[in-house]
């Protein structure tokens, strides 16, 4: 090992060196290039300063100049014209002359000076002095070293650095307008596509949150802030990828009961640790994106007794069915509210029946984006008689009975109800919850391809449950792609269900999602945005992928909403040119003429 190390010290070889030996590339080849160019350059240089020696003899002794033209040319001399004519001659035949020609000229047949004079500005523009060269001024006369940046004047000549610097200010373009200080296009937009138009400046609290989010770095505290504007900081910082450990620190105080981290991505192990070590009195975590929470940290949350309340959690997937279980046994009888997203390899049905279980005074359950739960964890939720608030979205097929009996158990006492994913549910889970669900105010049933209009409409026609005031319809239509009309019954919520819902529940209606719901006619638009119709309270609506809706129904609309804040239109490709009303966002316009009424841009 020594030996090969002497002698690889004695024959030390560079990456450089290695590089070009494996590229065939000789280092002495290039010395030997770069010594021939120098010395041709100091030979064009001479040879151009004897020139302009015999042109001065020659303008001071006339009958010199006479003499002078009648002497025939030297040999040299007429080897360097013939390669220069020769030069010419391949230049000509360049597509880089045809083409600054036609450029110049329009015209590729143009006279022959033309051609002569285009052809000796290429040769002068190739004869340029390399870098490294001296070369005189066109301006000032000056001598100066020629470098890559060196610009050229007016005559073609090249210029030096003070003369380039002049040529340059004298040139240079007025100064950009100064933008004002308001909110820039990105961040109007930005605010847009969440709904909301501003009108006007921000409010000083508004400008405030935002100085400190900027400058999150360097604050060291946050002192008195009260919990709402923590929660607005939290947000704009979540959106940012910013919550860092060393930021996590100012929103931990022990005497808070509540904390909402929206990203807790750069977070590990210690960060959770430190959470629950710092603030013992927590009756609400919320924390979002928690990939690397493991078994430790809800193992931890167990041996100190956290009094939670209120747990939310997205994407816990690393925690193991036994923890989880661990955990119901342990804290879930004092659980009000458990939400909790995205689990993939955990949380199967027997952990779902520990929950119910033990989790019997839980009034807020959702369990969102789960791949192992299904028909059993279905009916053990059918036996927690304390929900209030209920929102399931399962990646697994369930069957109709399944979903069918939870509603009929839990209806009485559901507050809202949220089912998503459920394709295999028929038109007897929407009879049930004609039946069942008295106390309902919000209302979501999604992606599905089964339940018939008739269905929905019959749902809302004699409903004794009051007006709804959140309803979402998204994805309840036929998907045939074969067939786009869809079926004469329809399917999904067409025409006669979309009536039925905006008569039954219309007067208290404040959020409306029907995307996708593409078999809702035009006739049924005209009837339910009528002249005589009002919709008072109707902040929100979603009609995007109708192929009905146009600019007069979307007019309509604006009429008969007067208190619309977002209008979302994604695939209405009708709505050409649209009068949009003040403080109004429309969102999702593809190549459509918006003409603000008032001083908003949108």
């Not at 010419?88 to 051609?115: N, V, Y």
């Not at 209030?388 to 097929?397: K, P, T, Y």
Request: proline fraction near 5%.
């Amino acid at each position: 090992m020594y030996g090969r190390a002497t002698a690889k010290s004695q024959h030390p070889h560079s990456a450089l060196t290695d590089f070009l030996a494996s590229n065939n590339i000789s280092a002495a080849q290039i010395q030997d290039d770069y010594n021939r160019r120098v010395a041709e350059a100091a030979r064009a240089e001479a040879d151009e300063e004897e020139q302009q020696e015999e042109q001065a003899e020659r303008e001071a002794d006339p009958d010199h100049e006479e003499l002078g033209s009648e002497v025939e040319e030297t040999p040299e001399e007429k080897t360097r014209k013939r390669k220069r004519q020769q030069a010419i001659e391949k230049l000509k035949r360049s597509k880089e002359f045809a083409r600054r020609k036609a450029r110049r000229t329009g015209d590729p047949g143009d006279d022959a000076d033309a051609d002569e004079a285009l052809a000796d500005q290429m040769m002068s523009e190739k004869s340029r002095p390399i870098p490294g060269q001296l070369e005189n001024c066109e301006i000032c006369g000056k001598r100066f070293t020629v470098t890559p940046y060196s610009k050229t004047g007016p005559e073609g000549g090249l210029l030096c650095a003070s003369c380039s610097k002049n040529q340059k200010e004298g040139n240079k373009k007025a100064p950009p307008k100064k933008r004002n200080s308001g909110i820039s296009r990105r961040q109007n937009q930005n605010a847009l596509l969440d709904g909301h138009v501003r009108n006007g400046p921000r409010s000083l609290l508004e400008i405030c949150i935002k100085k400190v989010a900027d400058n999150i770095d360097d604050v060291e505290e946050f002192g008195d802030l009260p919990p709402p504007v923590m929660l607005k900081i939290s947000h704009i910082l979540s959106r940012r990828r910013a919550i860092t450990p060393k930021i996590l620190d100012l929103f931990l105080r022990p005497h808070h009961r509540t904390l909402d981290i929206y990203d807790c991505a750069k977070l590990d192990t210690n960060d959770y640790h430190k959470i629950l070590a710092t603030m013992p009195s927590l009756t609400r975590l919320n924390l979002r994106f928690v990939t690397p929470m493991k078994d430790q940290i809800l193992e931890y949350m167990i041996d100190k007794d956290i009094k939670l309340e209120d747990l939310h959690l997205d994407s816990p997937n690393l925690v193991s069915d036994a923890c989880w279980r661990k955990l119901f046994s342990r804290i879930g009888p004092r659980l009000r509210s458990l939400k909790l997203w995205n689990l993939d390899s955990a949380f199967d049905d027997e952990t779902a029946q520990v929950m119910a279980q033990s989790c019997r005074s839980l009034q807020r359950l959702k369990l969102k984006y789960f791949w192992k739960l299904g028909d059993e964890a279905l009916r053990a939720i059918s036996a927690m008689e304390t929900l209030e608030h209920l929102s399931l979205q399962f990646m697994q097929e369930t069957q109709p009975e399944s979903i069918l009996h939870l509603v009929s158990a839990l209806g009485p006492n559901l507050r809202s109800l949220s089912l998503e994913n459920f394709e295999l549910a028929d038109d007897r889970l929407v009879q049930g919850i004609h039946n069942k669900c008295r106390n309902l105010y919000k209302f979501r049933l999604t992606h599905n391809s089964v339940i018939t209009d008739q269905a929905l409409a019959e749902l809302f026609r004699g409903w004794s449950n009051p007006a709804l005031s959140y309803i979402d319809f998204s994805s309840l239509r036929d998907v045939d792609m074969a067939n786009p009309d869809g079926p004469e019954e329809p399917i999904g919520l067409a025409s006669n269900g979309f009536m039925a819902l905006m008569e039954h529940s219309g007067s208290k209606l404040k959020s409306l999602n029907v995307s996708s719901c593409r078999h809702i006619n035009r006739d049924a638009y005209e009837e339910v945005f009528g002249p005589d119709k009002r919709y008072p309270q109707l902040k929100s609506l979603d009609i995007s992928f109708d192929g009905h809706v146009d600019d007069f129904i979307a007019q309509s609309i604006f009429r008969c909403c007067p208190a619309l804040k977002k209008m979302v239109v994604f695939g209405c490709f009708k709505i050409r040119d649209l009068v949009v009303p003040k403080d109004v966002a429309v969102i999702g316009t593809v190549g459509a003429k918006l003409t603000v009424d008032g001083a908003v841009q949108v």
